[in-house]
């Protein structure tokens, strides 16, 4: 009986199916079997001699065995081709990549980066002004005439022309308040420059400045800004103290420390056993500063800050020495990545 | 300002440890710099025990002892011949240490015979006044141990740190009273004996001639004293604070001077001519040999203290030395006045002299102080330079010092504060500073005489905010309506252009503004160029910082030196940062400059690629890449007029026909000079400019949608002579203006066989889209056998 074959067929079929490893196995099973000359091919020759009914029936079977074999090699195919490409592990995985280096900005840049941004969220106006300046923006503008002793707080370099280059940021508050009708609110980064030169002084370094003019702006305002200031770049559990002092262009004047973030306050040879480390000096704006710039000191009112960034970063990377900053050595400035 | 504890407790009494002391004054604007323990200072101090004494023939006047400090034994020579015996436990002091007269320790040897230290009197260790007796110490006291601690001596002295418009804190006594302020511990009071305001007829006289200058003048005549070494507690209180002792007469001036902050001046008065003392003006050219060994010339600005013929003091600042007190002194002037600040800034700062006496006048005197510092100095002269007569006070006061009255409205300290401090703590922390009476709307002060520091409103709210203490005050966040602006167009280009460069593997770096002047001599500048032009400091720190710079080039050069020497041998780094340019007023013309800088090896060493050294390719195409991201077209020119760069690898850079900048590489002979030996590209860019044009597009900028349909290219293939620039073959296609043509760009340049000598085989490929359909191949092929045509043409190539 050709069922009987057929039933053989099957089985031959799906035996040898199972056993196909590779696609040259697979290409010779579908001659075998699918072929022109292919087994299936000839039991379908074959039918054309038997009765209708028989012929429709075994026909239908035969025609659902190619299908379902023809799907299967598809199957089988995708299946040994996924595997063809796990096969050749010849590559060496343990050799480097081919990297690309990308640059860092310098440390000095970043930490300038973040103080803007940090008073760009409470809404200060980042600025930038002149490094050569006159007596006047100063100094004298500030409350600081040529005779007044705190000109020695600050060694100043001066070109031939008789103009200095700026000590300070502070230059910037006469400036920008010049420049604006309060009220206000500026930040000032920038270069500034001292005649003196040792591990911890440099001739050149960077500050910003801080101003803030408004109709209330009060002493404990000022209090709040610096506090979260401090808790931005530190940390929030940064603990911080304030100190009366004495800047000619502020009244009352006061300096910040800031818990020391290397001993945690038990004193250290950073903070020199005082557990603390001073961060800035701010305070309340002279009424002599709001004159210089013409601003009615019985409606406005505002404080100003001013602070070094390379000691900031020297706390917060625990750098002890300032020259590295301009030393540029190209390991110092990638391990700011 | 050295403030010893021991001196601060004569006239307050001390509740709390120094420490505790210090803390208060630190957190009431007096800043404690430092806690010293000056015999601890000193260095080590110890005590020995001498185990044997011979007295060599050789050395006459000298015994050899050897001795231990419990651990090492050793020799010491010693004058003391006859005081030094076996077993004796003395005072010792160690090379490296210093005594109490400010002598150095040091290994000596004399013949054979080697000190290592030596031993002290008393004096040396600052005990007691005796100086030739041996310090001895008890017999049970361990060798190497410190005397101090043996003795239970012990010293401390507070290092302040005061700001300039405190003078009145100057003094030990001065630190009393603020601590006084601060704490309201009692204040104990200052006694001068009374029957030291008579005296006999001041046998001289004195006159102000410049009342600008002198506000008060007082002094008084003491007559047959002895000078002499002072008393031992006198000469260590001066050296707790740092200063040396002299003779009793100027020891007790600078005694005074530190107790009280009152400045005092001693004159021989036989040297005065004509028993007459002047305060005036200096006469032109007027000069004066001083006591430090310096000839002075003065101006009429300077102040000086004279007498019927001569300048004797430079005023308030040093004394001459013909008028001086000498050995020979026996009958003085003692002068205590109180001089203009202004005045004696100026003629300290014109000669370049500061004294404890000028720091001080600087900063302001009690005006009240002057008659208190010359009677405490009257007590002391009496007892200690025996003064057997001594005269009235004379006191020149032509206009007698009176403080200001300060309006202080409550409602202003609570705006100025954003807190209340209670009305009863204002009012007594108004007491402690002035006299003060309450008003209807707050309070009157009139601050006492020494606090001149005290002028306006906002003064007196800065000292109850301090006494009642700063972190007492709350803190608070600020009302303000919300506008702000964000940061300018300018600094968002900066950023934008440091990003770009970081993100192609540059590292940003920072040099000093100003450099050598050689270093621009080294570029090989022409004579006219305007960087020769430079800014120069008036008082430079050093040679090779005394220039303002006027290109970024010497600082990023000298930092790939720093670097090469330490081993990088790639760079890649860029500096955004001002040069200085003079103009016809005092600032300078400051534009913001970019330079780049490429180094030695443009790769690391890899398995897989060869390692090279950076070429101009790499310059050029760093600097297409940032150009190309900023959307701005710049002109490579090639050969650069720069005289440092090689003239064949090196661009001017165009924006719109001006000059912006350079690109190249630095010539050999110039890196010779920096001892450099690998290869070094630089660029400088003018950002003003760029900036301008930068800001111009990206108002102009609009976003095209990416193309719809697809594009095509062709290639030709040529051979032409080698001299032929790329460049020029590109021109020359752009003059064709070829329909549908997107892109164009050689992509294949190919030199040696069998390409015959002189020729280069090149391929450029072209381009073509069509923005509304998909071309045709034949329509392309038409446009493009023409294009080919044309170029085989003009540049007579010959086909691959
Ligand atoms: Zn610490």
């Known amino acids: ?337 | 300002m050295k403030i010893p504890i021991s001196w601060l407790s004569e006239f307050i009494e001390l509740k709390v440890s120094p420490e505790e002391v210090a803390e208060i004054l630190t957190m009431g604007g007096v800043e404690v710099e430092n806690i010293e323990r000056p015999y601890e200072n000193l260095g080590e101090l110890i005590a020995v025990k001498i185990l044997e004494v011979y007295k060599p023939e050789d050395l006459k006047d000298l015994a050899v002892c050897k001795v231990t400090d419990g651990k090492e034994t050793f020799t010491v020579l010693t004058t003391a011949k006859e005081q030094v015996k076996p077993n004796l436990i003395v005072g010792f002091a160690k090379p490296e240490s210093l005594t109490f007269g400010f002598e150095k320790v040091e290994i000596k040897s004399v013949k054979n015979y080697k000190s290592y230290g030596m031993f002290l009197s008393s004096y040396e260790a600052g005990i007691s006044e005796e100086k030739e007796k041996l310090l001895i110490l008890p017999e049970n006291s361990s060798p190497g141990e410190s005397i101090y601690k043996i003795l239970g001596i012990s010293e401390i002295v507070l290092d302040l740190a005061i700001t300039p418009n405190r003078g009145d804190l100057l003094s030990i006594f001065g630190v009393a009273r603020e601590l006084h302020t601060l704490t309201s511990w009692e204040l104990k009071p200052l006694n001068f004996e009374k029957s030291l305001s008579l005296g006999e007829k001041f046998p001289g006289k004195i006159e102000i001639l410049d009342p600008d200058g002198c506000f008060r003048y007082a002094g008084r005549f003491f007559g047959k004293i002895k000078v002499k070494e002072s008393p031992f507690y006198i000469q260590k209180r001066l050296w707790l604070c740092g200063l040396r002792p002299i003779n009793n007469i100027v020891d007790i001036t600078n005694y005074v001077l530190l107790e009280l902050g009152q400045p005092l001046h001693a004159f021989d008065w036989r040297k005065i001519e004509g028993k007459t003392i002047l305060v005036r003006s200096a006469y032109p050219k007027e000069r004066l040999l001083m006591l430090d060994g310096i000839e002075r010339e003065f101006t009429e600005e300077d102040l000086v203290i004279a007498d019927a013929k001569k300048a004797m003091v430079l005023a308030g600042i040093m004394g001459g030395e013909e008028t001086g007190v000498s050995e020979t002194t026996e009958d003085i002037f003692l002068e205590s006045a109180w001089f203009n600040p202004k005045r004696i800034r100026k003629s300290s700062q014109r000669h370049k002299i500061t004294t404890e006496s000028s720091y001080r006048f600087e900063r302001n005197i009690d005006p009240e102080g002057v008659i208190w510092g010359l009677l405490r100095a009257s007590e002391l002269i009496l007892k200690i330079a025996e003064a057997q007569t001594y005269s009235e006070v004379i006191d020149v006061y032509p206009k007698p010092f009176s403080s200001p009255k300060i309006n202080l409205p409550t409602q202003k300290i609570v705006k100025y504060l954003g807190f209340s401090v209670p009305s009863e703590e204002v009012e007594k922390i108004l007491n402690k500073v002035g006299e003060t009476k309450k008003t209807d709307h707050g309070f009157q002060v009139v601050p006492f005489s020494y606090r001149q520091d005290l002028k306006i409103p906002e003064d007196l709210i800065e000292e109850i905010a301090r006494i009642y203490g700063y972190e007492r005050i709350p803190s608070t966040f600020p009302e303000s309506i919300l506008y702000c602006k964000g940061p300018s167009k300018k600094l968002e280009f900066e950023r934008k252009l440091r990003d770009i460069l970081k993100s192609l593997g540059f590292s940003k770096v920072i040099t000093y503004s100003f450099i050598d002047p050689k270093s621009l001599e080294k570029l090989n500048l022409r004579k006219e160029d305007r960087r020769l032009n430079f800014i120069e400091l008036a008082n430079p720190l050093t040679s090779i910082q005394s220039v303002m710079r006027t290109s970024l080039i010497p600082g990023l050069i000298e930092t790939a030196c720093f670097n090469f020497f330490r081993e990088i041998n790639s760079l890649k780094i860029f500096e955004i940062g001002k040069v200085f340019f003079p103009t016809n007023n005092l600032l300078a013309d400051e534009p913001l400059y970019l330079g780049i800088l490429l180094m030695g090896n443009a790769n690391k060493e890899n398995w897989y690629e060869n390692l090279r050294k950076f070429d101009i390719y790499d310059l050029k195409g760093y600097l297409e890449s940032l150009f190309k991201t900023l959307r701005i077209n710049i002109d490579f020119k090639p050969y650069s007029s720069e005289p440092f760069l090689k003239k064949g690898a090196s661009f001017d850079l165009y924006l719109n026909g001006e000059k912006i900048g350079f690109a190249g590489e630095i010539k050999s002979l110039i890196l010779k000079e920096f001892d450099l030996k690998t290869c070094v590209f630089v660029g400088e860019i003018n950002l003003e400019i760029l900036f301008e044009k930068f800001e111009r597009i990206e108002k102009e900028l609009t976003i095209k949608r990416p193309p719809k349909y697809p594009s095509t290219f062709r290639d030709v293939t040529c051979i032409i002579k080698k001299e032929i620039k790329i460049g020029e073959i590109l021109d020359f296609v752009k003059t064709l203006s070829i329909p549908y043509l997107e892109k164009v760009k050689c992509i294949k340049i190919y030199e040696g066989p069998p390409i015959p000598e002189g020729e280069k085989s090149i391929t450029i490929r072209f381009w073509y889209r069509a923005e509304d359909r998909t071309l045709k191949d034949e329509e392309v092929n038409d446009i493009q056998d023409a294009v080919a045509k044309s170029i085989f043409n003009k540049f007579s190539a010959k086909p691959r």
């Not at chain 1, 400036?175 to 911890?200: F, Q, S, T």
Request: glycine residues 6%; negative net charge.
């Open chain 1, 1 to 337: 009986m050709i069922s009987d074959e057929i039933e053989k067929l099957k089985k031959e079929i799906w035996s040898s199916f199972e056993k196909i490893e590779d696609l040259s196995q697979l290409e010779s099973f579908r001659i075998k079997y699918l072929g022109k000359k292919g087994k299936i091919t000839s039991f379908l020759k074959l039918l054309k001699d038997l009765p209708l009914e028989e012929k429709k029936l075994l026909g239908k079977e035969l025609n659902e065995l190619k299908d379902e074999l023809e799907e299967r090699l598809r199957e089988k195919e995708r299946e040994i081709l996924f595997k063809e490409e796990d096969k050749d592990l010849g590559l060496d995985l343990t050799l480097p990549g081919r990297s690309l280096s990308i640059g860092t900005l310098h440390p000095l840049t970043q930490i300038i980066d973040e103080l803007c941004q940090i008073f760009s969220r409470l809404g200060f106006e980042v600025v930038t002004g002149p490094e050569i300046e006159t007596e006047y923006y100063n100094f004298t503008a500030l409350n600081i005439p040529d005779w007044h002793p705190a000109r020695d707080m600050q060694a100043t370099f001066y070109l031939k022309n008789g103009a200095l280059l700026r000590t300070h940021t502070s230059p910037m508050q006469i400036r920008a308040m010049l420049e604006r009708k309060p009220p206000l609110r500026i930040v000032a980064p920038g270069k500034v420059y001292r005649c003196d030169a040792d591990i911890r002084h440099s001739p050149m370094f960077h500050q910003i400045e801080g101003l803030m003019v408004d109709r209330n702006v009060s002493f404990s305002d000022l209090k709040g800004v610096l506090i979260y200031f401090a808790k931005e770049v530190f940390g929030e559990k940064t603990k911080v103290r304030f100190r009366p002092s004495y800047f000619p262009f502020t009244e009352p004047s006061l300096e910040m420390d800031i818990e020391c973030v290397i001993c945690k306050g038990r004193g250290c040879r950073v903070c020199g056993s005082a557990g603390w480390l001073e961060i800035l000096g701010a305070g309340m704006v002279h009424p002599e500063v709001f004159k210089a710039v013409n601003y009615d000191t019985e409606i406005w009112q505002g404080f100003a800050f001013g602070l070094g960034i390379e000691r900031i970063a020297m706390i917060k990377y625990g750098i002890d020495d300032i020259r590295m900053f301009f030393e540029n050595h190209l390991l110092f400035l990638q391990s700011f990545k």
